[in-house]
């Protein structure tokens, strides 16, 4: 296996372990934090993979705008103490 393979391989599990972070967290900022690392890596996977525009379009639209978005539904609403 070559440099190229073994990071491969090391993104595709850091991937789904930020995939399994997102839908198992309890707290909802860390499920889109989790989220977020996921689209990087996807991104850096794309970028691996020979496909740069794939890859800005993923870091830029997912891991920039949704998470955005996401982070102001959050703090605009208003949460219940417990």
């Known amino acids: 296996m070559n440099m190229i393979e073994i ?3 090391i993104l595709l599990v850091i991937t789904c ?3 399994i972070l997102t839908v198992e967290a309890k707290d909802l900022l860390y499920a889109i934090i989790s989220f ?3 689209s990087v ?9 020979s ?3 794939v890859a800005v379009f993923q870091i830029l639209i997912y891991a920039g ?8 539904a959050i703090m605009l609403t208003s949460r219940r103490e417990r």
Not at 41 to 48: D, N, P, R, S, V
Not at 65 to 72: S, T
């Open 7 to 9: 990071i491969e391989l």
């Open 17 to 19: 372990i930020f995939a």
């Open 36 to 38: 977020a690392s996921m």
């Open 41 to 49: 890596t996807i991104g850096a996977l794309f970028w691996i993979l």
């Open 51 to 53: 496909a740069p525009y």
């Open 65 to 72: 705008a949704i998470i955005v978005l996401f982070v102001a």
